[in-house]
């Protein structure tokens, strides 16, 4: 698979790093919207390509697939862009900065017979299926309650801080505790409720979100782009608890009983730093002429957008695209 990479920010550098760790895919070109920031980034990572545009890129026809990992509010244009090209994307999370714009661009990308992905790393972690089959074997009663933490002290940077950039923590951080909710919630949700505190400049910095779900469990999370987090995510039954050490990117469960006692431990290390598992499922996914992944299907991706387009509107919280 020969990967473009579309922004030459934080995130690119660390899928840079996978791809030049990968066999079966290779980084072959960065766009910046500066040449010599692509060219610093291209000799940095081994990358043959460097173009000083994302359109450059795009019209490359070397390339087989997009990596998109710019902010928020410009994946819209980018992926689309891409789309026309004929190229499959995987897109940075949030996959849009709101469900309008993420319908449009999956409606594209399934008429034009285009694979679109969303990096929503946690959920392409083969640790994830182990922890399905530990619940579903009954090792915790009947579980009742999820409780999913995540925090970052990323509050000073603009892409967080920008509304015209799609900020604030729950796209950025926030999504990954709405996905832990519907991999392990186990029925749709019935009922929110949340607050949140907000930036001088109106995105959100932190937030507590509860949502009872249609078979009685209720879900809690904590957000935070201000503060350090534990950021540790657990499901909580009858009998026990499975606490996930990660809540992005967990390599450990831990069954619990009862006074905080260790029953039992798993422990999954990722083969490169995590990342490759989402740039593999969409290889795969090439290859058999799908147009979406299974861990992460279209129709969960619109879901999640519109749980946070809710939440948004219901803190007040705007970018330009609502
Ligand atoms: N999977 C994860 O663990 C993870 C972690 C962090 C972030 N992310 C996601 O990755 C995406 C990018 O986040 P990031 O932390 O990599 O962001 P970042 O470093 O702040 O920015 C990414 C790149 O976007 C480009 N860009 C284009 N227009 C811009 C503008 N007006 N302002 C700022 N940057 C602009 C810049 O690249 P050029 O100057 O090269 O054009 C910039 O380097 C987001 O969707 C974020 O949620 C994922």
New binding site residues.
Partial sequence: MRVGII??????E?AAATLGAMSTAECIAI????LE??AA?ASRFGIARAYGS?DDLLADPDIDFVYV????T??YGVTRAAIERGKACLV???FMACAREAREVLGLARSSGVLVAE???SRYLPIQDLAREIIASGALGRPLALRSSLAYNVGS???ILSPA?GGGAL??LGVYNLNFVRMFGGAPIASITSHCTKFPTGTDASESIILELENGVLATIDVSATTQGCNISVVAGETGYLVFNDT?HPTKLSLMRKGHLLEKEWEMPFEING?EYEFEACRKALLTGALELPQMPHEEIVLVMELMDSLRRSWGVTFPCD
């Fill in positions: 922004g030459a920010g934080h995130i690119a660390k766009a910046s919207r500066s920031k692509a980034f994302y990992a710019l902010p928020h410009l994946h940075e999370k949030a990096a929503i790393w940077k603009e892409r950039l796209l950025d992005i990342f």
